[in-house]
């Protein structure tokens, strides 16, 4: 969690050299050459390997500092590194060094009658701040997206990933050093205090560009209310799913169980199942029995617990819980137009899924329903740039901005356009 013990005499003097640092170093970064882009992220991967033993033992007390604390479990899991774990960090660096590189591209170009050529072409957005708690692995997926991107960015840990994020961060900077890249283009803020955060929201003296937090409720909360600079906001995970009269039964019950237990801490894990009144007579409680039997609680409303009386009821409140445990709360609807309406009232807007065979159904889910997300026969759980394609991701944006879904190398980038001339003049 985010610590709130001072440990500079002066933050906002610490955190404006670091944003000048950043500043400096996004300029030589938005022309460099992909090949000395990949070659540094090659590198940092090899670092990793090499230091995995140092991350792992690194982690270890980290983990050591929570024992004994209030600290969920889900919490737990994501600050947990392993052999796995570090392999994983490894190769989604190596998939971002493979991924084409945005920045030069051409995104759309025409030509006017006046015989004006115009482009436009995507450009780094510069400086990114990356918040984030918990998670160590966020530190080398938000600095390679970021360097892929052509972007400085600037790293802010929790205090309980601080020793393993600076392990991995100096794997990072091992990387820029072999490419000959600016050592400030990744940047980790070496302080836990709170006021850290304060100074990057408001902008480090305009060397912040975007600010993406990732993290609790809290964090994400104090972020869009202090930011004075665009946020790419990433909100808690309330996904739903759909099974509708249409469904496949047996299809039904493996994507449940997949999207609620496969990692129950994660944010693409399901919190909320809505069942078809049309079938909760045949397929309500097989799909409750196979949640059951994968060791989750139920928390049903009141017409699921008259079909299957024992489980808990379910209160307003947990229509708005992202539980991170291995609980759903489950609710009886009147077909698609019934679920478009319960997810409209309490989504996130980050992910869900409509398990149908009846392509109509399917239609007005997609259409309908305004998540970032929306899967058709599919597990919650592939909400993620890595299942995505993208290599990794910083989060899943929720917001209106053109960054939506995860956040990957194309979404780190923004736009400009060229137009070439004859010598035209305006009449």
């Not at 971002?96 to 009658?113: F, T």
């Not at 489980?311 to 307003?316: D, M, W």
């Not at 992910?351 to 009846?358: F, G, H, K």
């Amino acid at each position: 969690m985010l610590d709130t013990v001072a440990q500079s005499p002066d933050i906002d003097a610490l955190m404006n050299d670091i944003g000048r640092k950043a500043r400096a170093a996004s300029r030589p970064l938005a022309f460099a050459s992909t090949e000395s882009k990949n070659k540094a992220l090659n590198a940092m991967a090899d670092a990793i390997l090499a230091g995995k033993d140092h991350i792992l033992s690194e982690n270890a007390k980290d983990l050591k500092d929570v024992e004994g604390t209030d600290m969920l479990a889900s919490f737990v899991d994501r600050l947990t590194l392993n052999d796995k774990r570090v392999a994983e960090m490894a190769e989604g660096i190596r998939a971002i060094a493979a991924l084409a590189d945005p920045v030069g591209e051409v995104i759309a170009a025409w030509d006017r009658p006046n015989g004006l050529q115009i482009e436009r072409v995507r450009t780094p957005l510069g400086v990114i701040g990356v918040i984030f708690e918990s998670r160590p692995n966020v530190t080398a997926d938000a600095g390679a997206l970021c360097l892929k991107a052509g972007n400085a960015v600037i790293l802010r840990c929790g205090s309980d990933s601080r020793r393993s994020s600076q392990a991995i961060h100096d794997c990072l900077v091992e990387g820029l050093k072999a490419a000959d890249l600016p050592e400030h283009a990744i940047q980790l803020v070496p302080v836990s205090d709170r006021a850290a955060v304060g100074a990057m929201l408001r902008g480090l003296e305009g060397n912040i560009d975007v600010i993406v937090p990732r993290g609790g409720k809290s964090l994400v909360g104090r972020v869009q209310t202090e930011a004075r600079v665009p946020v790419f906001a990433h909100l808690e995970g309330l996904c739903h799913i759909y099974i509708d009269a249409s469904a496949d039964l047996e299809m039904a019950k493996a994507i449940v169980v997949n999207a609620k237990m496969r990692r129950t801490g994660i944010c693409g894990a399901a919190e909320t199942l809505l069942v078809d009144n049309k079938v909760a007579s045949t397929h309500l409680k097989p799909l409750l029995d196979g949640l059951d039997a994968a060791g989750c609680e139920i928390r049903g409303s009141a017409d699921v617990l008259k079909l299957v009386p024992g489980l808990k009821a379910a209160t307003e409140e947990d229509w708005t819980t992202e539980y991170l445990a291995a609980i759903i709360s489950v609710a009886l609807v009147d077909g698609i137009s019934g679920a478009i309406a319960h997810i409209d009232r309490y989504s996130s807007n980050h992910t869900e899924a409509v398990i149908a065979e009846d392509p109509a159904v399917v239609e007005r889910f997609f259409t309908e329903i305004d998540s970032a997300i929306l899967l058709h026969n599919a597990s919650t759980q592939f909400a993620d740039g890595g299942e995505f394609g993208m290599g990794a991701e910083i989060g899943i944006a929720t917001g209106k901005m053109h960054a939506r879904g995860p956040v990957g190398v194309e979404q780190l980038t923004s736009f400009k356009y060229r137009v070439r001339g004859t010598g035209q003049i305006r009449p």
